[in-house]
């Protein structure tokens, strides 16, 4: 298809609003449990201290899972992986919201950080794969996140005041099975099949010396994301 104006076609734009909504609803799910940590607290009559060590838990989680995550995209692509997260995602914030108990709170929370693991490594090859203008695509994609970010507390703290803080949980659970709804069944499939196709090919005409050069950047690059 012919470029717009601003240099994009109609389906990059497709992917890159489909990945933006993802990557927003990701973050929201980071920031939902800081906004209602005292609540919390107050519910299980728990200490602040423990609610955040399970917060580092799912931290945790979450980081160790971009590894795995990037073989997984490798493997049956990046946007089946991105579908995956979301689900997952959106089932974990569900059973986050069910908890009856602080420590099965922990369990869950953990979990929905190994599902929401799976997210940057795909969201970002995806991008990257699938839209020329890729600065352009990233930088749009950073603002989704940090839209995220931005409306997590303020929509956390609406339904605390409504409901209550599962409620929250709920909503962000919600947001999150809309946007793996619509990642699923967007009209994009020829571009995934497309990027297969070129990977093979990359694959069975790439010489040891040059799978060698991608792999030497493999350990900065783990520096800088473990950084930030």
Known sequence: SEATSNGMTLREKQVLGYVCVAHGANHMLDL???????????EF???LVLLGAFATASA???GICALPAGFLSDRIGSRRTLVLCLYGSAAAAVLVAASPSV?????????MGITGGLY???????ITREIRQRDKGLGYHGVAGSAGIFLAPPLATVMVGLWSW???FLLVSAITAVAALVMQRGTLEGGERANAADASAQSEGAT???????RKYLFPLLAVFGVN
């Open 32 to 42: 939902t449990y800081a906004a209602i940590l005292g609540v919390v607290a107050i």
């Open 120 to 126: 940057h490594p795909a969201g970002i090859s995806y």
């Open 166 to 168: 599962r409620a929250a």
């Open 208 to 214: 040891p010396a040059a799978s060698w050069d991608r």
């Open 60 to 62: 945790l989680a979450l």
């Open 45 to 47: 009559g728990v200490s």
């Open 103 to 111: 420590w099965l709170l922990g369990a869950t929370l953990t979990l």
